[in-house]
C-alpha cells in the first residue's frame, strides 16, 4: 500500500450509536384496591384469584401506622405487596413512596429491592391472615373489575407479564466466529455495522487476496513505506500510523490482529474513498 494515500487526512470516522426505548400500556387494578387509570401501569391482580402470599422478607417496625421494609423477591408485584401489607393509599401509594428505588415503571420491581411499605391501613390486617374467598370477595372503594386488561412491558433483557410478575432475564447468545479468514470477515462486518463503517464481503474478500494472499502475519519489508520505518501489516496491508488513526473501539490495538486490522482498513478505505468495495488496487 502506498505511503501517500495512507497519511492523507489521518483522522478518526465518527461513530453512530443506537438506541432503544421502552414502555409500558394502560392497565386496570382489580380489586381488592382501586382500579389503576390509564395514566400509568397498574401492576394488577387478577380478579379471578386471591393476593399471591407473600415470601420476601419485612424488616422495620410491626405496630400498625409505622413505616416497614419490604424485601422484593420473585413473583412479586406491587398491587400484590400493597394488598398484602394493607398499604394506605394501595399500590399507587406504594409506588410513590419507592419512586427512585423503582424507577419509571411500577410494572418493573427486581428480586432484592428493598421496598418502604409506609403505613398500614387502620382497618386491614395483611393478607396473610385472608383466606382466599375472602380476599376475592372483598370491596374497595371506587374499585372495578369489568374487563381488567393488561400490558405485559419489557427492559434490559427482564420482563414483566401483565400482573406486574418479575421474571429472570434471559441472556442473549453470544455470537461465535471461526478462527480463520471467513470468520474474520464475518466478524469485522459485525463491528462495521455497529460503527456505520461502509463495506462488503467480497470487497474485503477482494482486497485482502490482492494484499496479503489471507496471511494476517504478512508484513511488507522492502517497499517506501519500509524504507520510512512504518512497514505494511496484516491483512490489509495497513502501516502504524494509518492504523492508530482509523482504529475501531473494541478492536484489538495490535496491527497484526484479523478483525482490528480489517476494519481500520475499511474505516480508512470509507473516508478515503468512499468504501473498501471502492478499492482495486493499491490505497
Known amino acids: 500500500m502506498p505511503a501517500k494515500a495512507k497519511h492523507c487526512r489521518p483522522r478518526s470516522s465518527p461513530f453512530a450509536r443506537g438506541f432503544a426505548a421502552v414502555g409500558t400500556g394502560g ?9 389503576a387509570t390509564a395514566a400509568q401501569a397498574a401492576p394488577a391482580h387478577s380478579a379471578a384469584e386471591a393476593p399471591r402470599p407473600l415470601t420476601g422478607t419485612l424488616s422495620g417496625t410491626s405496630e400498625k401506622g409505622s413505616a416497614e421494609t419490604y424485601s422484593v423477591v420473585a413473583g412479586d408485584s406491587l398491587s400484590g405487596i400493597a394488598a398484602g401489607y394493607s398499604v394506605s393509599g394501595g399500590w399507587k401509594k406504594l409506588y410513590e413512596d419507592n419512586r427512585d428505588v423503582i424507577g419509571g415503571n411500577p410494572a418493573l420491581i427486581r428480586p432484592g429491592m428493598k421496598l418502604t411499605l409506609g403505613a398500614r391501613s387502620e382497618s386491614q390486617e395483611p393478607a396473610g391472615s385472608t383466606t382466599a374467598g375472602e380476599a376475592v370477595s372483598a370491596t374497595a372503594d371506587n374499585a372495578t373489575t369489568e374487563n381488567a ?18 421474571t429472570e432475564a434471559t441472556p442473549a447468545a453470544e455470537k461465535t466466529y471461526t478462527d480463520d479468514l471467513d470468520g474474520w470477515i464475518k466478524e469485522s462486518l459485525d463491528v462495521m455495522a455497529a460503527n456505520g463503517i461502509p463495506g462488503s464481503y467480497d470487497g474485503i474478500y477482494r482486497n485482502i487476496m490482492r494484499e496479503s494472499s489471507g496471511n494476517p502475519q504478512a508484513i511488507n519489508n522492502w517497499d517506501s513505506n519500509a524504507a520510512a520505518g512504518t ?21 484489538s490495538m495490535d496491527s497484526f490482529d484479523p478483525v482490528a486490522n480489517i476494519t481500520a482498513a475499511c474505516n480508512y478505505a470509507a473516508d478515503r474513498y468512499g468504501s473498501i468495495d471502492n478499492v482495486n488496487g493499491p490505497y
Open 231 to 251: 512497514p505494511s501489516k496484516g491483512l490489509l496491508q495497513v502501516i502504524d500510523p494509518t492504523f492508530q488513526a482509523y482504529h475501531v473501539p473494541g478492536t
Open 27 to 35: 392497565a386496570v387494578l382489580a380489586l381488592p384496591f382501586v382500579a
Open 149 to 166: 386488561t393488561a400490558e405485559s412491558a419489557t427492559a434490559e433483557n427482564a420482563s414483566a407479564d401483565a400482573a406486574g410478575t418479575v
